[in-house]
C-alpha cells in the first residue's frame, strides 16, 4: 500500500522562489527514486502551475486559496492536507503543520537569518517568523529537519527539543539538467561584454550576499591577477539596494546556462555575511570548480578544497581570491573537488527525510 507523502510547494510560486524551491524540486525527484511506494502529494495555492513544478514527478492539489491566504491559514488550519497522509512536510515555516488522520508532522528549518540579519529583513517578515518559530517551538510533536549542525545546536538553545531535531543533507546533482555546451556559454559572456576567463557569483543581489565588499576584493585580486578576468553575478534581485560596481550582471538565467557557467568560470566565489547552508558552492563544486567562500558558509564550511575567508575582511577576500586562482584545475583537481561534495545527491536527502519520518 503507498504511503501519501504531502509537502508543500508553494515556494515555488513566489517571485523569488530562491533556494528553498531547490529543495522542493531535488526532495520530490529524490523521493521519486527510492524503492518505496510513496504517493508524492504537492499543496498549492491557486493560480497557474508553474512550469518547473507541472514538470516534477507529484500529484498536485490545491488549496484554492491565493498564496498570501494561504500562509496566514496554515497554522491554525491544515487546508487542502488528504486525510490519507501518512507524512505532512512543510517546506518553510509557511506551514501547513498539521492534518491527515494519523499522519507525521515536519517542517524544515533553513535559517535564523531574520534574527542574524534584520535589516536585511522587513518588520512585516519579522513578525511573521517569530510568530511561526513560537508556533514550532511549543508543538512537541512536529519533527524539525535542518541542514547544519550548527543551526541544530541553536534551535536547542531556543527550546526545541534535540529529539524533534533531525539533520538531513542537500543535493548538489540534477540529472534533468545539463549544462549548456561552452559555446553557448561564450556567446551569452560576448552579448555582456566578456571574453575570455571570469569570476562568478551565483545567488540573490541583496545586501547580506556581502557584494560590496566581494566587488572591492575582486579588484584589488584583479590587479595581480588579470587571469581572474571581470566579475560576473548570476540571480535575480533580492531585498534591499545594492551597488554592483563594475560588475557584470547577468540576472536571471535559466538552469542549463547556470550549469555551464559553473563549469566554465576561472573561480566561483561565494562570500555572504551569514547563509542557511549554501547551495551555490556545493553546486560548483559539483562541476570541478575552484571555489571562494566564507568560513561561516556552513555548507562548505568543513571543505578541504574550498579556500575559505573571513566575509568583514576585503583583504582576507582578495586573498582568498588568489589563492584559489593558484589552485590546480586539471582533471584530477577537479574530480577531487566533485568527489568532496559526492554524498550530497537529491537520493540522499530524500534517504535522511524518509529516516527522519520513521
Avoid: C
Amino acid at each position: 500500500m503507498k504511503r501519501t507523502i504531502t509537502i508543500s510547494v508553494d515556494q515555488l510560486y513566489r517571485p523569488q522562489p530562491g533556494g528553498i524551491a531547490t529543495y522542493v524540486r531535488g526532495l520530490v525527484r529524490g523521493l521519486a527514486t527510492l524503492d518505496e511506494e510513496l504517493d508524492l502529494v504537492g499543496l498549492t495555492p491557486s493560480g497557474a502551475v508553474p512550469s518547473d513544478l507541472a514538470s516534477l514527478p507529484m500529484r498536485l492539489r490545491s488549496t484554492r486559496v491565493p498564496l498570501n491566504v494561504l500562509s496566514r491559514v496554515w497554522p491554525y488550519w491544515p487546508l487542502g492536507v488528504p486525510r490519507s497522509s501518512a507524512v505532512v512536510h512543510a517546506t518553510s515555516m509557511a506551514g501547513p503543520f498539521a492534518g491527515g488522520a494519523h499522519a507525521v508532522h515536519s517542517v524544515a528549518m533553513h535559517d535564523l537569518l531574520w534574527r542574524d540579519e534584520p535589516e536585511a529583513s522587513t518588520a512585516s517578515g519579522i513578525r511573521f517568523h517569530e510568530d511561526r518559530l513560537r508556533r514550532i517551538t511549543r508543538d512537541g510533536a512536529l519533527r524539525v529537519f535542518t541542514t547544519s549542525p550548527g543551526l541544530t545546536e541553536r534551535l536547542e538553545s531556543l527550546g526545541i527539543a534535540g529529539e524533534r531535531i533531525r539533520t538531513v543533507r542537500l543535493g548538489a546533482d540534477d540529472e534533468t539538467q545539463h549544462a549548456a555546451d561552452r559555446a553557448s556559454v561564450a556567446a551569452l559572456l560576448e552579448r555582456h561584454g566578456v571574453r575570455g576567463p571570469f569570476t562568478l557569483y551565483a545567488g540573490t543581489r541583496e545586501p547580506r550576499k556581502n557584494l560590496e565588499r566581494l566587488v572591492e576584493a575582486h579588484h584589488l585580486a584583479l590587479t595581480e591577477h588579470r587571469g581572474l578576468g571581470p566579475l560576473v553575478m548570476v540571480g535575480p534581485s533580492g531585498w534591499g539596494d545594492v551597488a554592483t560596481a563594475d560588475a557584470v550582471v547577468l540576472g536571471h538565467v535559466d538552469r542549463s546556462m547556470l550549469l555551464g557557467l559553473y563549469r566554465d568560470t576561472t573561480v566561483f566565489a561565494y562570500v555572504p555575511r551569514r547563509e542557511g547552508w549554501g547551495l551555490p558552492p556545493v553546486e560548483a563544486l559539483h562541476a570541478g570548480t575552484r571555489v571562494v567562500a566564507s568560513a561561516t558558509t556552513p555548507s562548505v564550511s568543513a571543505n578541504e578544497t574550498v579556500v575559505l575567508v573571513d566575509p568583514l575582511d576585503v583583504d582576507a577576500i582578495a586573498e582568498g581570491l588568489a589563492r584559489a586562482f593558484s589552485l590546480a584545475s586539471d582533471d584530477a583537481a577537479r574530480t577531487a573537488r566533485r568527489q568532496s561534495v559526492s554524498q550530497l545527491t537529491w537520493r540522499n536527502a530524500a534517504l535522511d527525510h524518509l529516516a527522519g519520518w520513521q
